[in-house]
């Protein structure tokens, strides 16, 4: 028996093996559900090239989250494959180069509006559209933050915009809560990633995460991160909404640098 045995999910921001959404999704696909992933544009070679080396090969649906009739069509789309889902993983973010990198007082309004649609607004946006298909049942919806109680270096409008990713989860577990659909975050460490390298300075984030976290952190390794999202979707995870939870080996609640035994 499999943690999500029967389920059907949607799983979105595969790009790459090295992403935490194809992590995610075959952590997914191992403890027994049934996916669908979803791309667009150019990246949608690399989304299909990556979902045959999963252990199932699923289908890749288009998806531009910021365009309201894409998400209708995926929700006439999974509609008509299964009639109804379980959840979903929204692994969606950019924020132009102008807002990120330390340029935070220069940013135009333009592109801090653009990181918090594609990055934040977003999540509202996919999860109303889908709500119809996971009414009767319930549902669960988990996203992928980067802990946005702080400032951090070069992170900037991301990090504006992961502010109001935690919120938006709060707001829509309290609406989605009456249709049973949950909804959770789960803040990440930094992990050596496609996006990562979108990120100028990402080494300033990642360099010395270990030092802090007592579990220790490696950027490389994206299991403990999917394996976290899967327990969100499976039914094990009932009783949790509107939850950020972190999974970035202890680093969050420590106030400054382990000491080591030789210091």
């Known amino acids: 028996m499999g943690l999500l045995d029967g389920k059907r999910l949607l799983i979105t921001g595969v790009l790459t093996p090295q992403s935490i959404a194809f992590e995610v999704a075959r952590v997914c696909q191992e403890q027994g559900a049934e996916l669908v992933l979803t791309s667009f544009g150019k990246a949608m070679g690399l989304t299909e090239k990556s979902a045959r080396r999963l252990p199932q090969t699923p289908p890749v649906f288009e998806l531009d989250v910021n365009q309201p009739s894409h998400i209708e069509r995926l929700h006439d789309e999974l509609a008509s494959r299964w009639g109804s889902l379980d959840g979903f ?17 220069d940013t135009p309004f333009e592109s801090a509006v653009t990181a918090f649609q594609t990055s934040a607004y977003s999540l509202k946006a996919l999860s109303v559209g889908l709500l119809p298909l996971m009414k009767a049942d319930g549902g669960a919806v988990v996203s992928l933050d980067f802990d946005a109680t702080v400032a951090w270096p070069v992170y ?87 939850e950020i939870v972190h999974v970035d080996g202890g680093y969050h609640a420590m106030g400054a640098d382990l000491h080591t035994s030789g210091g």
């Open 89 to 105: 993983l929204h692994a969606i973010a950019f924020a132009p180069p102008d807002a990120l990198g330390g340029n935070f007082l």
């Open 156 to 242: 900037d409008w991301m990090g504006v915009s992961k502010a109001a990713l935690e919120a938006i989860t709060r707001y829509l577990a309290r609406d989605l809560g009456a249709h049973g659909v949950r909804v959770n975050c789960v803040s990440a460490g930094p992990l050596r990633t496609m996006a990562a390298k979108g990120v100028p300075g990402f080494d300033i984030l990642a360099d010395g995460w270990g030092r802090r976290a007592p579990l220790g952190w490696d950027i490389h390794d994206p299991g403990p991160v999917a394996r976290t999202v899967a327990f969100l979707l499976s039914d094990w995870s009932r009783g949790i909404t509107g």
